[in-house]
């Protein structure tokens, strides 16, 4: 892996990672050391980009939206300290081989865990966030203290479900919840405060916003968890909040 100062990391509109500076103090970016999946969610916005959009042909996807590992970008950051959201394009638990980028050698999940550790252990300073479908593979653990884990989740099976899978992996104040795009007709359920959750609704060419169930949830703060309320979800209110440890 390299040992100087990488320059891959770079600004996003990805609100609660665009916002994170007003707010902590600290400069959001995204990074990807891995990008593609194989999940063909309808709503992606990442694949639809890669392959039919404004990143179509660009020199980081040289095999589309294939799960890619690039090991260029695990490597000391400098600077102040940053809020860096390590696989923005891409799903990191992917129970898949990945592709070694500019290589036709592949790795396993296990590998892909090893080098997200290692990155955040080189970067003690920054907050890093991993996202995925598949919690599961969080057990390639143990995580440095400066990982927040993160799940995604559309709907109250899916949340406790991977909420339950999550926990045998991670403590509950590292834990992340992405509710987007939130499609339940019920508020989310949680049973156990975890560190932050992120909420919002569909966007697109069908853009929903969150149930009314979810949108009276949002305005009486039900829950004692730091929440980032996207625009897309609808709610006339604002809520742009992060753990206070950022």
């Keep these: 892996m390299p040992n100087t100062t990488i320059k891959s990391y770079h600004r996003t509109k990805i609100d609660y990672i665009r916002d994170s500076e007003e707010i902590t103090g600290r400069a959001g970016y995204v990074l990807n050391i891995i990008t593609g999946c194989r999940h063909r969610c309808p709503y992606c916005y990442a694949r639809t980009m890669v ?11 040289p095999y589309g939206f294939e799960p890619t ?3 260029d970008r695990v490597g000391p950051i400098g600077g102040k300290k940053k809020f860096l959201f390590l696989n923005d394009m891409g799903d990191v638990g992917g129970e898949w081989a990945w592709r070694i980028f500019g290589s036709s050698l592949t790795v396993e999940p296990e590998d892909i865990a090893d080098a997200m550790r290692e990155f955040a252990g080189e970067n003690p300073k920054h907050i890093c966030l991993l996202l995925t479908k598949n919690p599961a593979w969080f057990r390639y653990g143990p995580w440095p203290d400066n990982v927040y884990c993160g799940f995604t989740a559309t709907n109250n099976r899916e949340l406790q479900e991977r909420l339950t899978e999550i926990l045998k992996h991670v403590p509950a104040d590292k834990v992340w919840m992405s509710l987007e795009p939130w499609q339940d007709d019920e508020a989310p359920m949680i049973p156990t405060p975890v560190a932050w ?13 969150v149930s009314p169930a979810t949108m009276e949830w949002l305005e009486n703060n039900r829950v004692e968890i730091p929440r980032f309320v996207k625009a897309n979800s609808g709610w006339d209110g604002i809520r742009k909040e992060y753990p206070d440890t950022w």
């Design 197 to 209: 959750i992120t909420i919002g609704g569909l966007s697109g060419i069908n853009p929903t916003p």
């Design 51 to 61: 392959l039919n959009g404004r990143l179509q042909g660009h020199r980081s996807y």
């Design 69 to 71: 590992y690039h090991p």
